[in-house]
Structures are given as C-alpha cells and as structure tokens.
C-alpha cells in the first residue's frame, strides 16, 4: 500500500510561483509512474502532468505547458510539480497519483493510490 502526502500549496498572485511535493511511502517509489492531477470546483478531476519511473517520459496537459515542470527524485521518494505564471484558472486542488506500471498515463482511471490533495488558489 502506497501513502501519498502532498504539500506547498498556497494563495499566490496571478504570475506567481508555487513547487508543489507529493512524497510517498509504504511501497517501493521507483516502481511507479506519477501523475499530478487538479480539480476545480464544480469539475472533474482533470489531468496536468505525468512522469515514467525514471523520468524519461514526461507529458503535459497543453494548458499548462511552458509553464510546470514535473520532476522526481528516486532516492527521496519525492515527485514535484515546479508550476510558474500561474493564472487564476489554475486554481484548484492539486493531487498527485502512483500508477503502479513504469509507464506514464494521462488517465485517472490507471493510477491506483491517490493524495489527499492540496489546495492551490492564484488571485488576479
């Protein structure tokens, strides 16, 4: 059973910074894919980034590409989401997923341990 906590969430002016970190526990981390995903209010949980156990594969939903930078760090059991110029429409709770497969999917429905998730809002 794999634990995910994520943290660095915050309120940020629109063309601000924020490095959100989901760190995982309980099983072995280079084993799986990672995703991070948001949720607004009133929508679904949509998909932002996804990255392959060894960081070879990286994909972006296309709204934010340019903009956030996922990365891991094996050794610490850590995945980042480095997201620059936010923008208002980027508020929503952020979560990160384990997959348990190498590869990386955009699809919420293959990723099988979740966070609880941490609130990100960008003010105009």
């Known amino acids: 059973q794999v634990q995910l906590v994520e943290s660095g969430g915050g309120l940020v002016q629109a063309g601000g910074s924020l490095t959100l970190s989901c760190a995982a526990s309980?099983?072995?981390?280079?084993?799986?894919?990672m995703g991070w995903f948001r949720q607004a209010p009133g929508k679904e949980r949509e998909f932002v980034a996804t990255?392959?156990?060894?960081?070879?594969?990286?994909y972006y939903t296309d709204s934010v590409k340019g903009r956030f930078t996922i990365s891991r760090d094996n050794a610490r059991n850590t995945v980042y989401l480095r997201m620059n110029s936010l923008k208002p429409e980027d508020t929503a709770v952020y979560y990160c997923?384990?997959?348990?497969?190498?590869?990386?999917?955009?699809?919420?429905?293959?990723?099988?341990?979740w966070g609880q998730g941490t609130q990100v809002t960008v003010s105009s």
């Open positions: 990255i392959s156990w060894r960081a070879g594969s990286i």
């Open positions: 997923a384990a997959r348990s497969s190498i590869y990386p999917s955009a699809s919420k429905d293959e990723y099988d341990y």
């Open positions: 309980g099983g072995t981390f280079s084993n799986y894919a």
